[in-house]
C-alpha cells in the first residue's frame, strides 16, 4: 500500500550521493495496493478494480516494475515505529532477509548494534518526519552479521503511517574514497613536512596549491601564489627562463629550472632547483606535482671551489717560479754541484717552511714573530731556547708575500750564523728584536739582527757576495720597499731591515 | 723570426730573482731592458720619464695589487706587451683576453717566440 502513495507523483530523477534518486510531485498520491507479485502478474492483476486506466495508474505501475526489478537499491517501507510493511528483492539481496522474514518485524535490524544502542534509528526517522526527508551513510548490517556501508534515504510517508527508505550498497566506493583519503593525507604529510617548497600546478604553470612551506619562505600567501601569482617570488631575470621551462616540460614530462627565489626570511634570492611531474595518467590539462629545493649554498660552494682552485694553481705555478729563479741564482753563486745542491736544498726547506705557515692561516696576515721563530728553531739547533739566542718585539703582522720573502733573508742570516757566525761558537750570541713605527702613511717595522762574540774571519768576505747578501740588499728593497743595511763588524753581523707591515685591524 | 734584439724592453715582476734573472736573459738576448721594476706606481713612473719601450712583459700579481693601470696605460699608448702569471688566461678581464699569456715558471725560449709574434704584429 505505501509504494503506491509513494509513486503517484513520480517527476524524474536526482542525482544525490553518488545515486539517482526518484523525485516526486506534491499532487497527492492516490492509494493503492502494493504486493510484491503484482508486477509479475501484469497489468490486469495489477490495479484492484477501482477504476479504468489513468495517467496515475500508468505510472504507479511504472513504479511498483521499478521497485520490485530494483536488485542494486533495497527499498522498504516501515510503519512509524520501524516495524517494516514491505521490503522488496533489492532489499532481500542486499540485507539478506526475506520479505517473508521482515514484513511485520522490526527493520532496525539492519542498522549495527552499537547504532541501535545509540538509539540512531529512532533519530533519523524524527529527523526524516521534521526535514521530509534524513540522509544517512554509515555501517549496516545483514543477517548473517557482516557488515556494508550504506547510502541511504528516509523519508516519511505522505499519509503519515510510516516512512519509506532507500538504501545503497557503497561499501567498495566507500573504501575507495577512504583510500584516496588516504593517499591523499600522506601526500599532505609528506609535502608539508619535507624541507622543499612543494606544489601542484597546471601544466602551463599556473599553481593549483603551494605548501605551507612556500608561503612561509616566500611571504607570498596561498591566494596570491596561485595562477602565476608565485613568480613574484621569483628573481625578476629568471623570470623568462621559469616560464619558457614549461614549453620543453610538456615534450618530455618533465620541468626542470634552477632560478632564484626570494627568503623572505634572509631578504635574498636564493638559488633554487625546482623539478615538476604530471601525475601518473594525466593529460595536458591535469596536475603535475613539483619541488623546489634551496641549492644555493652548492652553487656558492661550486663556485667558491672553481675560484680556490684557479687560485690554488695560480700559487702552485708562482711557486714553482721562484723555485727556479732560486735554482737560477744559486747556480750562479755556487763554486760546485755540491755547494749548490746544498744551498739549493736548504733554501727549497726554508721556503717550505714559510709555506706551511702561510697555508695553515689560509695566506692571510703573518705574525712576524711566527717567522723569525720558525726559522731559527728549523737552524738552532735547540739554540732557540738555550740563552744563545734573545728574540723580542711588539705584535705585528705582514702580508702573506712580504712574509715569505723576509722568511728567506731570515733564512740567509740564520744560515750565515750557523756557519760562520754566533751560533757557530760557544761565546756567541744572538738578538733579534724588532720596533713598529710609523713612516708617512705606513707602518713599519724595523727589525734589528745583531750577532756578538764572534771574530770576524775571512769567510765572512765569502758572505759579502754571495746569494744572502745580493737577497737581503736587493731583493728585499726590490719586493717589498724595505730598507735594509747589512755589516759585517768585527764581532759578528749586524743587519737592520725596515719592511711595511699590515694596519692592525680595527678593535684589535 | 723578429727577436728582441735592439729593442727596448720594460720587465714588470715583482720576484725578485725572477725579475732580474729574466732580465739578464733577456739582455743577454741583446734586448735593452727597462727595469725590471716591483710594482705599479714604479712602473708608471717609468713610462712617464723615458721613452716608451717597444714591448713589455708585465706579471699579473704584484705583491697585493694587479698590473692592470700599466696593461691600460701600454695599450693607451699602442705598446704591444705578453702577460707572465700562474694565472689562466680564463681569469682574464675582458680588455685583455687577446694578449698572449706565458705561464709560470717561465719558459725562455717559449716567452722569446711570443714576444717576438707582438713585435711583428
Same mark, same amino acid.
Given at each position: ?508 | ?19 732580474? *734573472?729574466? $732580465? ?5 738576448? @741583446?734586448?735593452?731592458?727597462?727595469? !725590471? /721594476? #716591483?710594482?705599479?706606481?714604479? &712602473? ?9 719601450? *717597444?714591448? $713589455? ?5 704584484? @705583491?697585493?695589487?694587479?698590473?692592470? !693601470? /700599466? #696593461?691600460?696605460?701600454?695599450? &693607451? ?31 725562455? &725560449? ?12
Amino acid at each position: 500500500m505505501a509504494i503506491g502513495q509513494l509513486g503517484a507523483g513520480i517527476t524524474g530523477f536526482e542525482e544525490q550521493k553518488g545515486f539517482r534518486f526518484l523525485t516526486y510531485s506534491n499532487a497527492r498520491p492516490r492509494p493503492a495496493r502494493y504486493s510484491r507479485d503484482a508486477g509479475m502478474r501484469g497489468r490486469d492483476d495489477l490495479d484492484d478494480g477501482t477504476g479504468p486506466r489513468t495517467p496515475s495508474t500508468r505510472n504507479e505501475e511504472l513504479l511498483e516494475l521499478i521497485v520490485d526489478s530494483s536488485a542494486d537499491f533495497a527499498i522498504y517501507t516501515t510503519d512509524q515505529t520501524g516495524t517494516a510493511s514491505s521490503w522488496n528483492v533489492g532489499a532481500e539481496r542486499l540485507f539478506g532477509f526475506a520479505e517473508a522474514e521482515m514484513v511485520g518485524h522490526d527493520a532496525d535490524v539492519v542498522f549495527t548494534s552499537e547504532d541501535r544502542a545509540a538509539g540512531i534509528p529512532a533519530r533519523e526517522r524524527s529527523r526524516a518526519s521534521q526535514d521530509g526527508r534524513a540522509l544517512d551513510e554509515r555501517w549496516h548490517q545483514r543477517r548473517d552479521g557482516s557488515r556494508f556501508w550504506a547510502s541511504g534515504l528516509l523519508m516519511p510517508l505522505r499519509d503519515g503511517t510510516g516512512y519509506v527508505k532507500i538504501v545503497r550498497d557503497r561499501t567498495e566506493q566507500y573504501e575507495a574514497e577512504q583510500r584516496v583519503r588516504a593517499e591523499e593525507a600522506r601526500f599532505r604529510l609528506l609535502a608539508t613536512s619535507v624541507p622543499q617548497l612543494v606544489f601542484t600546478t597546471l601544466p602551463d604553470g599556473g599553481r593549483t596549491w603551494p605548501s605551507p612551506q612556500w608561503i612561509e619562505y616566500t611571504g607570498i600567501s596561498f591566494d596570491e601564489s596561485l595562477g602565476q601569482g608565485w613568480l613574484a617570488a621569483i628573481h625578476p631575470d629568471d623570470r623568462e627562463a621559469t616560464r619558457t621551462a614549461w614549453h620543453e616540460a610538456l615534450a618530455r614530462e618533465k620541468y626542470y629550472v634552477e632560478h632564484r627565489v626570494w627568503s623572505a626570511a634572509s631578504g635574498e634570492y636564493r638559488w633554487h632547483q625546482t623539478r615538476a611531474r604530471p601525475l601518473p595518467g594525466s593529460t595536458n590539462s591535469a596536475e603535475w606535482i613539483g619541488t623546489m629545493t634551496d641549492i644555493h649554498d652548492l652553487r656558492t660552494l661550486k663556485d667558491r671551489q672553481g675560484v680556490l682552485l684557479a687560485e690554488l694553481q695560480h700559487r702552485t705555478r708562482n711557486l714553482l717560479g721562484v723555485v727556479q729563479a732560486i735554482a737560477r741564482q744559486t747556480m750562479k753563486k755556487s763554486q760546485s754541484l755540491d755547494a749548490f745542491g746544498e744551498a739549493y736544498e736548504e733554501r727549497l726547506r726554508a721556503l717550505s717552511r714559510v709555506q706551511s705557515i702561510l697555508a695553515e692561516l689560509d695566506f692571510g696576515d703573518v705574525s712576524l714573530r711566527t717567522i723569525i721563530e720558525a726559522e731559527l728553531t728549523a737552524h738552532g739547533d735547540g739554540a732557540l731556547g738555550s740563552g744563545k739566542i734573545e728574540i723580542g718585539g711588539p705584535d705585528v703582522n705582514l702580508a702573506a708575500t712580504a712574509a715569505q720573502a723576509l722568511a728567506l733573508g731570515v733564512h740567509e742570516l740564520a744560515t750565515n750564523a750557523i756557519k760562520y757566525g754566533a751560533l757557530a761558537r760557544e761565546e756567541g750570541k744572538l738578538t733579534v728584536t724588532w720596533s713598529v713605527s710609523k713612516e708617512g702613511q705606513h707602518r713599519v717595522a724595523t727589525i734589528l739582527w745583531r750577532e756578538s762574540g764572534v771574530t770576524m774571519s775571512e769567510t765572512a768576505e765569502t758572505g759579502r757576495k754571495g746569494y744572502g747578501t745580493e737577497l737581503i740588499t736587493r731583493a728585499l728593497p726590490y719586493q717589498l720597499k724595505a730598507k735594509t743595511e747589512l755589516s759585517f763588524e768585527a764581532d759578528g753581523v749586524r743587519c737592520a731591515i725596515a719592511v711595511p707591515v699590515t694596519e692592525p685591524n680595527v678593535g684589535e | 723570426m723578429t727577436t728582441v734584439a735592439g729593442r727596448r724592453l720594460l720587465v714588470v715582476e715583482d720576484e725578485y730573482a725572477l725579475a732580474f *734573472d729574466l $732580465a739578464g736573459w733577456l739582455e743577454s738576448q @741583446g734586448a735593452d731592458v727597462l727595469g !725590471p /721594476v #716591483a710594482s705599479v706606481a714604479d &712602473a708608471l713612473a717609468l713610462l712617464d720619464e723615458d721613452a716608451l719601450p *717597444d714591448v $713589455a712583459v708585465l706579471d699579473i700579481n704584484l @705583491g697585493s695589487e694587479r698590473v692592470f !693601470p /700599466v #696593461a691600460d696605460a701600454l695599450q &693607451a699608448a699602442g705598446v704591444p706587451f705578453v702577460f707572465l702569471s700562474g694565472y689562466d688566461s680564463r681569469v682574464f678581464p675582458q680588455p685583455y683576453r687577446n694578449v698572449p699569456l706565458c705561464t709560470k715558471p717561465v719558459d725562455n &725560449a717559449q716567452l722569446l717566440r711570443v714576444l717576438g709574434t707582438v713585435l711583428a704584429a
